[in-house]
Structure formats: structure tokens, C-alpha cells
């Protein structure tokens, strides 16, 4: 489980770090999502590109769970889309200024549904 949760918390940290050092830019998709004026064919394309994301993420604790990593009791597909839901929001929180301590608590908090 270290190496998953190791991973994980780099990848979601990195993410972080980028919210924290230009919030003002955010993140695309959760601009285009939140955007009043969307039109029908972005919030597709959206909708689309997340559950990529999410079904990367999937495969990715599948993997995980085949080499023991994750327990069997652990669905892939419900962390996956757990942590889909998590890394947008925590995007949101990155462009209101949360600050890192907020950030670092939030992923910690996060990695405990690996547990």
C-alpha cells in the first residue's frame, strides 16, 4: 500500500502545488464546467475527458489491487470515482486560496479511503 498511497499523494500534491502557485488560472475543466455560459458541446467534451480520467484512474488501482497493493475489499471504481470527484474540488479550493496546510490536510484526508 506505500507505494500506491506514495504515488497518489505526489500526483495529488503536484496538482496542488500548481492550484497554489497560480490560482487565478485554475484548471480547464473546471472552468469550462463551471461556467455559466457553457455551451451543450463543452460540457460534453467535459463530461467526456472526466470519465477518461476517471477510468484511468480505475485501471490504475485495478493494477494495484492485482499486485496486492490494494485490498480486495477496496472497489477500484468507486476510489476511482471518489478521487475523480476529489481532484476537481480540490482545484476549486486551490482558486480560492485555501493555502497549502489546507491543501496537505485535504489529500491526507483523501488517501485515508485507501485504507
Not at 477496496?74 to 476549486?92: E, N
Amino acid at each position: 500500500m506505500a507505494n500506491v498511497r506514495s504515488a497518489l499523494r505526489a500526483a495529488l500534491m503536484a496538482m496542488a502545488e500548481e492550484d497554489l502557485c497560480a490560482p487565478e488560472q485554475g484548471c480547464f475543466l473546471v472552468n469550462a464546467a463551471t461556467e455559466p455560459s457553457a455551451d451543450p458541446p463543452t460540457v460534453d467534451r467535459v463530461g467526456g475527458t472526466l470519465r477518461l480520467v476517471e477510468s484511468a484512474i480505475t485501471g490504475a488501482l485495478e493494477r494495484t489491487q492485482t499486485r496486492g497493493e490494494l485490498s480486495t475489499d477496496k472497489d477500484p471504481a468507486r476510489l476511482a470515482r471518489f478521487l475523480t470527484a476529489f481532484i476537481q474540488g480540490r482545484h476549486v479550493m486551490g482558486k480560492a486560496h485555501v493555502g497549502r496546510a489546507f491543501m496537505e490536510s485535504a489529500v491526507s484526508n483523501a488517501l485515508t479511503a485507501l485504507d
